[in-house]
């Protein structure tokens, strides 16, 4: 019965696809090709940062056809995205189905024991990073980070900081701005940067470190001022995003005195035991998306850092950004004892 | 006068054929999505997501948003008919719409829930053009202590309505057991899982739903010897008519069902506890309370009122502040990004043509949608004619399927079967299952709503009472809690002034 559901979902989409295509086009000989619906694992809820990344491939790759058989995407966002690691890892052999993957391939496992590595999947590409900023309520008199932060020091405790979810990558730099800086924030997780957000509108909170597109609509109407990126260097894009100012206006924390930098990648990972070809049809796919208009403008409007990593790179990339993970979250108590 | 002149031009965008046929593309659609259990509108509107990036975002918020008051129509009718809630918010619409099933007068309850459906849209979407800046600021006045009062008062409103206090306690506490499974989004740890992967997520409201009610509905009727009286149901168009003159008789339940509806919708509680708060509520106050549950007009009318119109009003938080008020808001939220629109406060200013044609189009869509489910009344009437013994099995595998299709996992099925042996002792001992489930909903989100705001205070529960909104509202919720005890002492009191 499993498989006669599936086939009635997929024969839906089918249809869908059918009467969207109304030429075929041809796409490069490969060695592999897949030969049924493509699930994209999107291991986070509807409508957050990662399933709107998924849904904007999805659309590129139907609009130019860069592949013969439908994608679907699969919203499993259970237990922080557990529920997507966990069940792509359980698809031992599948190639018709990817994970989107974000900083909590790391962070779950050291913070829940949960049974899962990394280096169970088989890592596919890197296609960009998200930025962290940090944001304060327009209406408070805070112009810089210098400002904010000693006013946090001085009153120590009654600064609250929201952020997405626990000890995660939100929580991850709080712990490391209090430990440079020598504050003492309160950090009040909520259930999406969208959430914190609003909360920091309403005065709810007193900052939070959301990614650019979690906030930019707060920004862009007066609401939210934002203070420094959490980078070693400006974001690159120079389009004025509000009345006076572009993403590029932005000062770093570095240059306040704050050196605390955090990325957070967007990556493509396939289940255990694909194979070598898999990987070459996915990252030959993918490679094809990030070159379209489509994703430049994405990557602008979200202010996303282009940085496309795959292979060996993309490898090294892993093991370096998991022992930075792993130093920050023991450093911060978050580690749970094996 | 402005918005007046804004929602008519909102008409002249709608009105072409291509938008009108995505209209009723969509309201269909979402009639399909609704009646089947587990599908839903979040799931309808997601799968269809694609289809519209290659169109205007005008034509594809019309189609999508279409799905969902499609899907917010149908989710009453499998619950009057079999038990069995097409959608989480219409659980609150199987107490007294499947008793008024059961005594043949199905279209009468069909007939209610769509009329109810639409008053409260209409209530939401005149607020919305109306009065979007000022709800907009609302919205922002809700924090955590505030989001907790909010739940805490749904939940009070359950004690008291049930013949026996004690065992609705008993069941919402049982509930609350059965939400802190999963992860816990304060701490990060995971409770209650017991090593099994299958437990990540937690326990899914909609298959708790599923096994409780469908299967659990079915074991009881096996046990009462495959008798099901829907077999008098009237296959007759004039039963609308007859309804709707018993209608307006109920006007405090609808201005009180549509209230709740468009707060619920406007400060994030979703459907789903509107819904359960309108029946609450309506029981508290209306004059045949204690009737409810045994098969009255108004038990259907006040929870489908305040679920639809807080539907509605949940677009006015995704438009105006980015955020979503209900599961399927969240998915439209998604889908206005990637037609390269950025949904905040400055959305009503860049693309108003946009905005006000998304909201013109919600008042034609649930006139049309309205008419549209209305004339399915006596087809669906119809179904209950067909013997028990038919009927049975397919529920069984249409419960199935929703619960599978929940996440496509076998492990749902299982978890269905042992809810619905659950309910159907449940049922033996006469425990009430709306507080458990309502418990399943709400209590996770209680739990959050409370930790944050003691993490805020310090741990001070000062921050209850520390404004004009929160106060009001906590106070409320406990003097609801200690109804039962307040009203026992008061007749006592009465009793020996008068002796």
């Not at chain 1, 090294?316 to 580690?335: I, P, S, T, V, Y």
């Not at chain 2, 009718?77 to 008793?99: K, M, Q, R, W």
């Not at chain 2, 946009?354 to 008419?371: D, H, K, Q, T």
């Amino acid at each position: 019965m499993k498989r006669q559901i599936r086939k009635l979902g997929y024969g839906v989409l089918l249809l869908v696809v059918a009467a969207l295509s109304s030429v075929a086009t041809a796409t490069p000989a490969a060695a592999w090709e897949p030969t049924r619906p493509v699930e994209v694992i999107v291991p986070a809820g509807a409508g957050g940062a990662s399933d709107q990344m998924a849904r904007t491939i999805q659309g590129i790759v139907m609009k130019y056809k860069l592949m013969k058989t439908p994608m679907m995407i699969l919203n499993m966002g259970g237990a922080n995205g557990a529920e997507g690691i966990i069940d792509t890892k359980e698809s031992k052999g599948n190639p018709h189905k990817l994970m989107v993957a974000f900083s909590a391939i790391y962070t779950i496992p050291i913070s829940t024991n949960l049974p899962f590595n990394w280096r169970d999947l088989n890592p596919v590409a890197m296609i960009a990073m998200d930025e962290f900023i940090l944001w304060v309520n327009a209406e408070t008199k805070y112009k810089t980070p210098k400002e904010y932060l000693a006013a946090v020091k001085a009153a120590p405790g009654t600064f609250k900081m929201g952020g997405t979810g626990s000890k995660r990558e939100d929580q991850i730099i709080t712990v490391a701005v209090d430990k440079i800086a020598g504050t003492k924030f309160t950090y009040i997780p909520y259930k999406s940067g969208g959430e914190a957000s609003v909360q920091l509108v309403g005065k709810h909170i007193d900052s939070n470190v959301n990614n650019p597109s979690e906030s930019i609509a707060q920004w862009r109407a007066d609401q939210v001022r934002a203070l420094c990126v959490f980078s070693d260097k400006r974001m690159g894009f120079d389009k004025k995003v509000t009345k006076d100012q572009s993403w590029a206006d932005i000062p770093t924390c570095k240059e306040d005195g704050i050196d605390v930098q955090y990325h957070m990648l967007r990556a493509f990972f396939l289940p255990p035991g694909t194979s070598a070809d898999h990987v070459a049809f996915y990252n030959d796919m993918l490679k094809k998306v990030v070159a379209t208009q489509e994703w430049k403008d994405y990557l602008e409007k979200n202010a996303l850092k282009d940085n496309y990593v795959t292979g060996a790179e993309f490898v090294k990339f892993l093991e370096k950004d998991e022992a930075f993970h792993k130093k920050l979250m023991q450093e911060a108590g978050f580690a749970e004892k094996k | 006068m402005e918005d007046l002149f804004n929602l008519f031009h909102g008409f002249a965008v709608i009105f072409s054929w291509y938008n009108l046929w995505m209209m009723a593309v969509g309201l269909f659609l979402g009639v399909v999505v609704g009646v089947l259990p587990g599908l839903g509108g979040p799931n309808g509107v997601a799968i269809l997501l694609p289809l519209t990036f290659t169109m205007q975002p005008t034509s594809a918020i019309v189609m999508l948003s279409c799905i969902y008051w499609g899907s917010l129509f149908a989710g009453a009718i499998t619950s009057v008919l079999f038990n069995i809630p097409g959608e989480s918010h219409s659980v609150a619409t199987t107490f007294d719409g499947y008793p008024l099933a059961q005594q043949g007068r199905a279209g009468e309850a069909l007939t209610a829930c769509f009329t109810g459906s639409f008053v409260g849209a209409l209530f939401s979407v005149l607020l919305i053009t109306f009065l979007a800046p000022l709800v907009a600021k609302f919205a922002l006045k809700f924090g955590p202590p505030e989001f907790f009062a909010v739940y805490l008062l749904t939940f009070c409103s359950f004690i008291g309505t049930g013949k026996d206090t004690w065992k609705t306690i008993i069941a919402l506490m049982l509930g609350f057991g059965l939400a802190a499974i999963g992860m816990d989004t304060i701490s990060g740890q995971l409770r209650l899982t017991f090593g099994f992967t299958q437990m990540l997520r937690g326990v899914d409201f909609l298959i708790v739903v599923i096994g409780l009610f469908g299967v659990g509905e079915i074991l009881v009727s096996m046990e009462e010897g495959l008798k099901f009286e829907g077999k008098s149901a009237k296959i007759n168009a004039k039963v609308v008519w007859e309804t709707w003159k018993k209608l307006p008789r109920y006007w405090a339940t609808l201005l009180r069902s549509c209230l709740i509806g468009s707060w619920m919708g406007i400060t994030p509680g979703g459907a789903t506890s509107a819904s359960f708060m309108g029946y609450g509520i309506a029981k508290r106050f209306s004059k045949n309370g204690d009737k409810f549950g045994t098969g009255e007009l108004e038990g259907v009318l006040a929870p489908e009122t305040a679920a639809h119109g807080s539907g509605c009003a949940a677009l006015l938080p995704m438009m105006a502040l980015g955020i979503p008020g209900s599961a399927t808001a969240a998915v439209l939220l998604g889908g206005l990004m990637i037609w390269g629109l950025q949904p905040g406060p400055l959305l009503f200013i860049e693309q108003k043509e946009f905005v006000w044609g998304l909201i013109a189009s919600m008042y034609l869509s649930n006139v049309v949608g309205l008419i549209m489910v209305l004339s399915t009344v006596p087809l669906f009437a119809a179904i209950l004619r067909i013997p028990f013994s038919i009927i049975a099995p397919v529920i069984i595998v249409v419960c199935a399927i929703g619960a599978f299709s929940v996440n496509m996992a076998m492990f749902n099925i299982w978890v269905m079967l042992v809810f619905g042996v659950l309910g159907y002792v449940l049922k033996k001992l006469d425990y009430p299952l709306a507080p458990m489930v309502l418990a399943v909903v709400l209590g996770d989100r209680a739990e959050i709503a409370f930790r944050q705001a003691m993490m805020g205070s310090q741990g001070s529960m000062g921050v209850f009472f520390s404004n004009w909104l929160v106060g009001p509202i906590i106070s409320l919720a406990l003097l609801m809690l200690f109804w039962p005890a307040i009203s026992t002492a008061w007749d006592k009191l009465r009793q020996t002034l008068a002796r």
